[in-house]
């Protein structure tokens, strides 16, 4: 009798535990439903309004794009090389359509899961269409990213179908965002321009160091040595992939929404939002390690002159192309 009385309560405290069981899985898989949602919603915020900024941005208001019609970027259908121009400007004060400090080709092969980045120095003496023969850094202010694209496709043989653009204060923000970057500097770095603002000296102390988005923007603008833009040049592409490596890393995927949010209003593309998430997605599966760079134009290929009171390198457009082929 007592057997039979114990028998329901041992089925209640076993049903009262699935009820546990089952209402906790729900309120995990809610908070997992809507931490997804956020993300979702964050970065697809951050794509419209990047996109956005392409649109409206002062920059882009330029001859040539009243010229010619838009063109919209080309279908990527998955198998295509898909190239990416990182174009960084000092906009500063009335800077409005700045010359480009950096300007990397991202080349990434969708089959073979794999990046190369071609970084072209600014003083490379090139025909930048419709204004004639001069440095690549000029078509940024001449026609804005359009023009900058076509020149450098123009000048690689590669179909560059997107361009990023970020200026100092985007840069400084996305390095601060991602809680700053381990860089091992390889010498003293120190330059002072006291017709700048101050901020923007650059005074750092060889060795290992973490860097924050300030200290990281002078690491990548030192020019002040024997190497000049060549070494410039190999530090962007260094910093580049370290960069690339931390957005990957699980600690800065838990703060992306943060991270969005701060460098949305410096960045802008002509990059669609649906474009993004699946470039995305391939950008998670690329082999960081086998990632390799290449200076354009290479050692060797170029001829030092001083053209119009300008330094600049003059190369043949042929031999680069060949060797960005044989690359």
Do not use: C
């Not at 809610?30 to 915020?45: E, G, H, K, M």
């Not at 359509?97 to 970084?119: G, T």
């Not at 690689?156 to 809680?179: H, K, P, R, S, W």
């Amino acid at each position: 009798m007592l057997k039979q009385q114990a028998m329901p309560r041992k089925r209640s405290n076993q049903t009262k535990r699935n009820r546990i069981w089952l209402y906790s899985s729900l309120g995990v898989g809610a908070v997992i439903l809507l931490i997804a949602a956020y993300y979702v919603y964050s970065i697809l915020s951050f794509t419209k309004q990047i996109h956005e900024n392409s649109e409206t941005n002062n920059m882009l208001d330029h001859r040539r794009l009243h010229e010619e019609p838009a063109h919209e970027p080309p279908e990527w259908d998955g198998k295509e090389k898909v190239n990416i121009l990182l174009l960084g400007g000092d906009a500063r004060g009335n800077r409005s359509r700045p010359l480009s400090d950096s300007n990397i080709l991202v080349s990434i092969d969708p089959e073979r899961q794999s990046a190369k980045l071609y970084s072209v120095l600014r003083d490379t003496y090139v025909d930048v269409p419709g204004y004639g023969k001069n440095r690549i850094n000029t078509a940024l202010a001449f026609g804005g990213p359009g023009l900058a694209m076509e020149t450098v496709g123009q000048l690689t043989g590669l179909n560059v179908q997107y361009y990023v653009y970020v200026d100092f204060e985007g840069f400084i923000a996305l390095i601060d965002a991602i809680g700053g970057i381990d860089v091992d500097i390889e010498k003293n770095m120190r330059r002072i321009d006291r017709a700048d603002d101050p901020r923007y000296n650059i005074d750092l102390k060889k060795g290992e160091q973490h860097l924050d988005g300030l200290q990281a923007l002078q690491y990548v603008r030192f020019r002040s040595d024997a190497k000049s833009d060549f070494g410039r040049s190999e530090r962007q592409r260094k910093f580049v992939s370290s960069v690339a490596a931390k957005m990957k890393s699980t600690t800065t995927l838990v703060q992306l929404p943060k991270v969005l949010n701060s460098i949305a209003p410096y960045l802008e593309t002509n990059i669609e939002p649906h474009e993004m998430l699946k470039l995305a997605r391939l950008g998670m599966r690329i082999d960081l390690g086998q990632m390799s760079d290449v200076q354009i134009p290479p050692a060797g290929m170029f001829k030092p002159q001083r053209i119009d009171g300008n330094d600049v390198l003059v190369i043949d457009p042929e031999q680069i192309k060949q060797y960005i082929n044989e690359q």
